[in-house]
């Protein structure tokens, strides 16, 4: 999480001070939330920065997903997530139809349905989304979204008491977003 933050306070202080230099870019920052997280206890922060089209996000996330959308047997699935994903808009200034894509990292853990013991692993996903932006006044919008993470990487079958968990190759998602213009 510090790392997160770190990287997020160079990108966007750095955009900041090379858009003062030359002042005919319009380069535009902000952060939001993802409604899913909280909902299953966890948590998630996202910063951008962008110009015209185009927005670049670095995210963390962490999630606890229900068990109706993990494999039977396994239970208490926790991921935490870190993203570097870019965006392009239809529209000028981040507003309506977007697509995006990136490279996401997940470090998670699961248990069986005995919850004997707790197993960990990682896994890296190459990430597709879609979503509509709306403008909330001048500063905020709320964001609809829909998107899909492939695994690419990591571990394919991890040892959970006397089972093996395999994470799913495809993992769907979708939430409502919150964001705020710097």
């Known amino acids: ?19 003062q230099q030359t002042p005919a870019r319009k380069i535009n920052a902000g952060v939001e939330i993802d409604v899913l997280p909280y909902i299953t206890g966890g948590y998630f922060a ?9 927005r670049v996000r670095t995210l963390t996330a962490n999630v606890n997903k229900p068990d109706a959308f ?10 935490t997530a870190y993203a ?18 990136g490279v996401v990292y997940w470090k998670s853990s699961i248990q069986t349905d ?29 964001g609809p979204w829909a998107g899909m993470h492939v695994r690419i990487a990591g571990d394919k079958n991890v ?13 769907p998602e979708a939430s409502v977003k919150l964001g705020v213009y710097l």
């Open 1 to 19: 999480m510090k790392r997160f933050l770190l990287i997020t306070i160079i990108l966007v202080v750095s955009l900041n001070a090379f858009s």
């Open 46 to 54: 996202a910063a951008w920065v962008g110009k015209d089209h185009i």
């Open 70 to 79: 993990i494999k039977e047997g396994f239970t208490n699935n926790k991921v």
């Open 84 to 101: 570097l994903l870019g965006d392009y808009f239809l529209k000028e200034g981040w507003k309506g139809f977007w697509a995006g894509t």
């Open 114 to 142: 005995a919850k004997l013991s707790t197993s960990h692993f990682e896994n890296w996903f190459i990430n597709g989304s879609l979503g509509y932006n709306f403008k909330l006044g001048r500063r905020f919008y709320v």
């Open 159 to 171: 040892p959970v008491d006397n089972k093996t968990y395999t994470p799913p190759l495809l993992n």
